[in-house]
């Protein structure tokens, strides 16, 4: 049997929030943020494992305020490894962590806690096809590429996607794509498979599947949670 681990990455450090406790922290509806990321795979109830990257500082805290919240039985699913300065090195620490018996990885940010589990299943029927695996929403912008305030380029916006977590590799894929790479290049893990010369799918994101970076961003977290009680 072809095992699927997920590695949630939330070792960082949530600056652009600006606020004092770690944005994965703040509450969404009363339960924080990183509580809904968690149990959207924990519903999904496809992983053998799921694997939560942390900042070592907040391993207690998060025991506390969101493992706690979890069954026993799926508290047992869960595992906790200490995440890097970079994403990049977080993500690798927690892929590096999965048993030898995973033959795919999603990777998720746990800065999205709106994901639904139909998303998770796409993105894991077509990692079997494909090998690699990004998501990503059509942009409803015009982007322009920008230089001294002078707009250089108006890109062609059907071929433009904004991409979104979960990213699926098979396991062995990300792990040489991790290591060919520079750790500090500041590059999601579907760019490094690219590097590497390989292609990688893309299935339709979800405009819902916010990444909470902003304090902007909290107010339509949680209407669109609302909308799903
Ligand atoms: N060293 C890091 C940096 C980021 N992340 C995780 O990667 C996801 C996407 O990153 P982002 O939204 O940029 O989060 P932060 O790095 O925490 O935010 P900021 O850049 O504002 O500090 C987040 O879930 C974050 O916790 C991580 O695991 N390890
Ligand atoms: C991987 C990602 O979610 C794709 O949109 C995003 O790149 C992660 O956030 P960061 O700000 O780049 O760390």
Redesign the pocket.
């Known amino acids: 049997m072809n095992k699927v681990g997920v590695v949630?990455?939330?070792?960082?450090?949530?600056?652009?929030?600006g606020h004092n406790i770690?944005?994965?922290f703040l509450p969404l509806l009363g339960k924080p943020i990183?509580y809904y990321?968690i149990k959207a795979f924990a519903d999904w109830g496809k992983a053998a494992e799921i694997v939560i990257?942390?900042?070592n500082k907040e391993i207690d805290y998060f025991k506390k305020k969101i493992k706690a919240l979890f069954s026993y039985s799926a508290q047992k699913n869960l595992s906790l490894v200490s995440?890097?300065?970079?994403?990049?090195?977080?993500?690798y620490n927690?892929i590096s962590s999965l048993n030898d018996n995973i033959s795919y990885v999603l990777i998720?940010?746990?800065?999205?806690p709106l994901i639904k589990k139909f998303l998770i299943e796409s993105t894991y029927q077509a990692v079997k096809k494909h090998k690699a695996v990004s998501c990503g929403v059509k942009v409803k912008d015009t982007i322009t590429l920008v230089e001294d305030s002078i707009s250089q380029q108006t890109l062609n916006r059907d071929k433009l996607r904004a991409i979104q977590?979960p990213q699926a590799f098979e396991l062995d894929l990300i792990k040489k794509a991790h290591h060919s790479y520079d750790k500090d290049k500041a590059l999601d893990d579907a760019s490094l498979v690219e590097l590497l010369g390989e292609k990688v799918y893309i299935v339709d994101g979800d405009y819902n599947n916010l990444?909470?970076?902003?304090a902007e961003d909290l107010k339509p977290a949680e209407v669109i949670l609302k909308e799903r009680r």
């Open positions: 949630i990455a939330a070792a960082g450090q949530g600056k652009r929030m770690n944005k994965q990183l990321t990257v942390l900042n995440g890097g300065k970079s994403r990049k090195e977080s993500v927690g998720h940010d746990g800065a999205r977590t990444k909470i970076t902003t």
